[in-house]
């Protein structure tokens, strides 16, 4: 089992940044990806960002990309998400997602991920 923890949401102004930190602990060594989603109210969870070492890359939603930034600490087990520019629609919540089997063909998709973090709450006022 891993498991995972989010800190860092919050509420912000449009065009500013915020930092996401998600600590994973357990069987950490099992992980091939980790990544974030988002869900707002009343959609489906979304892709965000991952990074895989097994693939040796990393992947955003375009409606990110350029904002926001994935980074890994492994000294820590923890992956980060620095965003940047945040706009209204960035509003959501944020989970943070770890896979065991992940693939090039499932690194965007939420069934690519086996565990999940309890979400972060990101508000972005206009």
């Known amino acids: 089992q891993v498991q995972l923890v989010e800190s860092g949401g919050g509420l912000v102004q449009a065009g500013g940044s915020l930092r996401l930190s998600c600590a994973a602990s357990g069987r950490t060594f099992s992980n091939r990806a980790m990544g974030w989603f988002r869900q707002a109210p009343g959609r489906e969870r979304e892709f965000v960002a991952t990074m895989s070492w097994t693939i040796g890359s990393t992947y955003y939603a375009d409606s990110v990309k350029g904002r926001f930034t994935i980074s890994r600490d492994n000294a820590k087990n923890t992956v980060y998400l620095q965003m940047n520019s945040l706009k209204p629609e960035d509003t959501a919540v944020y989970y943070c997602?770890?896979?065991?089997?992940?693939?090039?063909?499932?690194?965007?998709?939420?069934?690519?991920?086996?565990?999940w973090g309890q979400g972060t709450q990101v508000t972005v006022s206009s």
């Open positions: 997602a770890a896979g065991s089997k992940t693939t090039i063909a499932t690194v965007r998709h939420v069934g690519g991920y086996d565990y």
